[in-house]
Structures are given as structure tokens and as C-alpha cells.
């Protein structure tokens, strides 16, 4: 009989030999799609290089070659927005395609693009390119949801989610985001002495703007701007439902995937102890808080005769009346997930896109003076008189040509992820190709909204913007190419099909797009009424900085981002004050212009 050490060398040597057959089983699979074919012997889905890769980044980036790690970064989630269209244009473009290619691995086999017209084929067939299963691990903790599921069941869920994104929801939210900027305000004048304000706080604020918009607006839970002072948990908890809130969707993209019992055991010895142990909690507090939202709504529904109130929590729970085994309505946990990700998805993204923006206007003052005169002819000269929604909303261009140029350029999801359960074929001007089974497809987003086809000097009429000259002009950030000529049939320029898609893209479109573009222009055009932004120069050795030097600054912090959940700038969230300069937080001005 063979020796146990004969037989664990058989079963090392049987399991290090998937790796090449599954090289060359891709290889041979590529060549069958007549895409390019770029080729990287790693398996990018081995769990240990899916936690190291990122982190090694900056190392592997110094240790190897410009070529080895350029090719390396591929197979590291996030390589879109680091490496922009390079692997299309040195790797993709010699093979005879610039716009797709077909990635080789030792794991499973992976295909990207940046052409139109396959990104208009793939989120168009939903049933031929459905969401990973992968997304439940991370985003169905607490239910199935529009994220979560394919075919029937989400078209079922996504027919109930659109009856509610409705008008009454669009108000309440625009609403809700001026009460919550006004109280940003007063706490960032709290101690001023004067007309100027100095914080490192404002990214911290965007986010607690946004969680307490998606609180009142999304579950009809309104709190107070400074209620995390005086809040306490319900009696029995250790959590308020804002604090277990984020906890839960701060862990989106990473831990909360874990058992519970791993984060209420982690070990106090390893690092993020009580991290995990806070997360732990929030996990099991935070869908006890939601149904007792959702029950307490119930509860008032019945003594009201039925009437509901303007959130999504509310007109989410009508809309569900029925029996779910017919078919029309959500079950419990299908209502309880999709308000989850309702409010992550929201959460995230809009938070991310607010800061961009803030750091864009900082870095380039004359867009700011550009929204400041929208905002002067649009909204009542006395601050006292309320802003009405229905009047201001449809008349906003130039901010919302802001928030669009913002999302073109960071956009929150650096890419859309498919797969496909069985071979496809997607047929364009350009060729046919085949996609095998269970393939992933990304389509990405970052290349794609740098396609000069498209965005180069795109309703640049004006020699004054003020572009770089040593840069193409989609690289810039110049909102005037969403601002269509007087004269035409829609005031915002509308992107072709298959080349704008921070929201996604056909019918599995995020339906909160519109929530988010009126949470974005009532929080700007309240904070920008009577204010204006810039970045405080740094004292370096005794000398302020020069505007130059500034605006470098500004430059590298919004280039060292990294991709969690979705694109966010590091080293700007949860910093404090009275922290010292050591490199943490951005010090931004706030002055009153009025």
C-alpha cells in the first residue's frame, strides 16, 4: 500500500496540475471567441490572492518591470480605474481589436470590454447576461433582492420596485437633503467667528448627509442633524438603527460576506477586533430595527385608513399587499433585502460622488463660479423662502451637468459584472463573437466613458474652459460637453446606448438613478446659495502652498482612490479637526458669499 506521505505528494501534485490544464483549457476556449487574448498564469479567483492583491498593488507596481506589471495589475480587482485604456490600447488594439479582449488565467475565464455596442447588447439581455451569483454573498445578507436574483423572480421584484420610485419619493428625498444641509451648515459655523469656516470634516458630513436622507426618505425614519448627540438605542439594544445602518453598509464590499459567528468570535489578538465585534452586532440588530420600521408602518397604515407616506419603506409595503405565491408581491424577505439595498447602493455611491464633486469645484474654481450663476437666477433671493421641488428641479442644468461629468469620470462601479449561464453570441458592426458558458464578462465602465469617439470636445463651442493642453479633452473634467447648444431638443446632452452607465444600463438600470440626481442638486444648491469652496493651502516648512501645489495636491488625492464597494478617494473619511497635519483628511474653506 502507498505511504500517506506518497499519496499527500499525489494529491499536491494533482492539484497544483489544475492551474496549466486550466491555462490552457482558457487558451484554447479563447481562441474560439476571436477576441485578443492577453494571458496572465494566475488564478484571480484563489481566495488568498483576492485579499493580498489589492493591498500588494503599490508593491508590485515598485518590484516589477513597467510591462510584467502592467499585465500583473489585470488580474487585481480595480485595474480599471488605475490603468484606464491601456491594456486596449498596447495589448488588445496589435490583435485587431482596441475596444475587447479576452483575459487567460488559471481561474475562470474573464472577457472585458469598452465597446459600445457589446455593452448595449449585454445589459439589453438580461436573461443571456445575468448577475453573478457571487453579488449574494455580499449584497443578500438580509434577503433576496434586485441584486441578487435573475430571470422571473427579478423581474417580479423589479416590476414592484418601479411602481414606488415614484414622484412623491423624488420630493421627499429633495426635501429631506435641504433640512440635512442646512444642518451640515450650522454645525460647520457652529464655533466660526465670521463669514469663513475651515473643516476636514465635509466628506464625513456628505456621508452622514446621506444615510440620514436615505433614513427619512428611504425608511421614514427623520432624525435631527446632531441626533447621533442624544440618540440612544431602544431599550434591549446596543445600536440605533442609524448606527447598525452603517456598520453593515460600511462592510458591503468585504466582511459582512462572513458568518456571523466569525465576526462575534473574531480573535482579540488579530487586527480589527472590534471592528468585527461591531459589525457582528450590527448584523444581527439591523434587520431586528428594520422590521420593527416595517411593522410600526403597518401598524399605521391600519389607523390611518390605509394611507401611506411619502418613503420608500412605506410605498414599498403597499405595494407588496397580496400573497407573494402568486407571483406579484415581495416576500417578507424579499422587501426586507431590497430595502437594504436600497439603502447601501445609496448610500455609497452618492456620498463618493457628492466628495468628487466637492474636491472637482475646489481644483477648478471657474466651474464653480460657472453653477454658482444657475444657482443665483434659479432660487428665491430671500434665503427664507422655501424651495420648491416641482418648480427648481426640472430647470437645473448646470448642476446636474456637474454630478454627470463627476460620474463620468470617478464612476462609482468601475465596472459591470455578467456571466453567462450558457454560450452566447453577440453579433455587431464589428463582428460577430462567441462568448462560452460560465464565463464572466465585465464591461467597463471607465474605459468606456473615456471613448473619444464619443466625449472628445463634445459641445466644446467655448475657447474659455480653461482645458489642459497636454491632455486629451475627455481626460478633463469640463461639464459644459453635457450642456447642449440653445436651440435643441433636450437642454443635457443624452449619450448614445451602450456609452454612459455609472447608474448601469437597460432594463436592469439602477431605478434609484433619479433619487440620486436630486439628492445631488438640492444638497449642492443648498450648500452653494450663500457659499463657496476651496482648499486650504498646506504650510510646508514655514511657506504656504502656491496655487500650483494645491491644485497637485488635490489632483493625487482624487487619483488615490480605490475601489470597496464602489470608487472612493482614500485618506478624506474619518479624520477629525484638531488632528494634526500628517497627511490625513483634506482642510477645505467654506466662505458665506451673501
Not at 14 to 35: C, D, E, I, S, V
Not at 87 to 112: M, W
Not at 281 to 294: C, D, G, N, S, W
Request: with cysteine; glycine share 6%.
Amino acid at each position: 500500500m502507498p505511504s500517506l506521505l506518497l499519496v499527500a505528494a499525489g494529491l499536491l501534485l494533482l492539484y497544483f496540475l489544475q492551474y496549466p490544464y486550466n491555462l490552457g483549457r482558457n487558451y484554447l476556449t479563447a481562441r474560439k471567441t476571436g477576441l485578443p487574448i492577453i494571458i496572465v498564469p494566475i488564478d484571480q479567483n484563489a481566495f488568498l490572492w483576492m485579499v493580498i492583491s489589492v493591498p500588494l498593488r503599490p508593491i508590485l507596481k515598485k518590484l516589477l518591470s513597467t510591462s510584467a506589471y502592467e499585465r500583473m495589475s489585470l488580474v487585481i480587482y480595480g485595474w480599471e480605474f488605475h490603468q484606464k485604456l491601456q491594456p486596449f490600447e498596447e495589448h488588445a488594439k496589435p490583435q485587431g481589436n482596441s475596444k475587447t479582449f479576452f483575459l487567460v488565467t488559471c481561474g475562470r475565464p474573464e472577457i472585458s470590454t469598452c465597446d459600445r455596442e457589446i455593452a448595449y447588447e449585454i445589459t439589453r439581455r438580461p436573461r443571456d447576461f445575468q448577475h453573478p451569483e457571487l453579488n449574494a454573498l455580499f449584497v443578500g445578507k438580509f434577503g433576496r433582492n434586485v441584486l441578487t436574483d435573475n430571470g422571473d423572480q427579478w423581474a417580479k421584484q423589479r416590476k414592484v420596485i418601479a411602481s414606488v420610485i415614484n414622484e412623491r419619493i423624488s420630493k421627499a428625498v429633495f426635501n429631506e437633503s435641504i433640512r440635512q444641509t442646512d444642518g451640515l451648515l450650522g454645525e460647520v459655523y457652529d464655533h466660526a467667528d465670521g463669514h469663513t469656516s475651515e473643516t476636514k470634516r465635509i466628506f464625513n458630513m456628505m456621508k452622514k448627509i446621506t444615510i440620514h436622507v436615505l433614513s427619512g426618505a428611504g425608511m421614514g425614519a427623520q432624525v435631527e442633524w446632531n441626533s447621533n448627540e442624544n440618540e440612544k438605542p431602544r431599550e434591549g439594544y446596543k445600536m440605533t438603527y442609524i448606527e447598525a445602518c452603517k456598520a453593515v453598509i460600511d462592510a458591503t464590499a468585504g466582511p459582512i460576506a462572513l458568518p456571523t459567528w466569525v465576526m462575534n468570535y473574531w480573535p482579540g489578538f488579530l487586527p480589527g477586533h472590534e471592528f468585527m465585534n461591531n459589525l457582528g452586532q450590527a448584523v444581527k440588530e439591523f434587520p431586528i430595527h428594520t422590521r420593527h420600521l416595517m411593522e410600526r408602518e403597518r401598524q399605521r397604515v391600519k389607523t390611518h385608513g390605509g394611507e401611506t407616506k411619502s418613503n420608500i419603506m412605506s410605498q414599498l409595503l403597499q405595494a407588496s399587499e397580496g400573497d407573494p405565491k402568486a407571483g406579484k408581491a415581495l416576500t417578507e424577505e424579499e422587501t426586507m433585502g431590497n430595502l437594504y439595498v436600497f439603502t447601501a447602493a445609496g448610500f455609497d455611491t452618492t456620498a463618493n460622488t457628492l466628495s468628487y464633486a466637492l474636491v472637482l469645484l475646489c481644483r477648478y474654481p471657474h466651474w464653480q463660479d460657472w453653477i454658482l450663476e444657475e444657482i443665483d437666477d434659479l432660487l428665491p433671493s430671500e434665503s427664507s423662502e422655501p424651495v420648491d421641488y416641482t418648480a427648481i428641479f426640472p430647470k437645473v442644468v448646470r448642476v446636474m451637468a456637474v454630478m454627470l461629468e463627476t460620474l463620468r469620470i470617478f464612476t462609482p462601479v468601475i465596472h459591470l459584472s455578467r456571466e453567462t449561464k450558457v454560450p452566447q453570441v453577440i453579433e455587431t458592426s464589428g463582428g460577430t463573437y462567441n462568448i462560452p458558458t460560465k464565463c464572466a464578462v465585465y464591461i467597463d465602465n471607465v474605459a468606456l466613458h473615456l471613448d473619444h469617439d464619443v466625449w472628445r470636445n463634445l459641445n466644446n463651442t467655448s475657447t474659455g474652459d480653461r482645458e489642459p493642453a497636454d491632455q486629451p479633452d475627455e481626460y478633463s473634467f469640463r461639464p459644459t460637453r453635457w450642456v447642449n447648444p440653445p436651440g435643441s431638443q433636450t437642454p443635457l446632452f443624452q449619450p448614445p446606448k451602450g456609452t454612459y452607465s455609472p447608474w448601469s444600463a437597460g432594463p436592469r438600470v439602477c431605478p434609484g438613478q433619479k433619487m440620486a440626481q436630486v439628492e445631488f442638486t438640492a444638497i449642492f444648491m443648498t450648500l452653494f446659495r450663500r457659499h463657496r469652496i476651496e482648499a486650504v493651502p498646506l504650510t510646508i516648512n514655514g511657506r504656504a502652498e502656491s496655487r500650483s501645489e494645491v491644485d497637485a495636491r488635490l489632483d493625487a488625492s482624487m487619483k488615490d482612490s480605490i475601489s470597496i464597494l464602489t470608487l472612493q478617494m482614500q485618506n478624506v473619511y474619518d479624520v477629525t479637526d484638531d488632528e494634526v497635519e500628517d497627511g490625513k483628511g483634506l482642510r477645505v474653506r467654506l466662505t458665506k458669499r451673501r
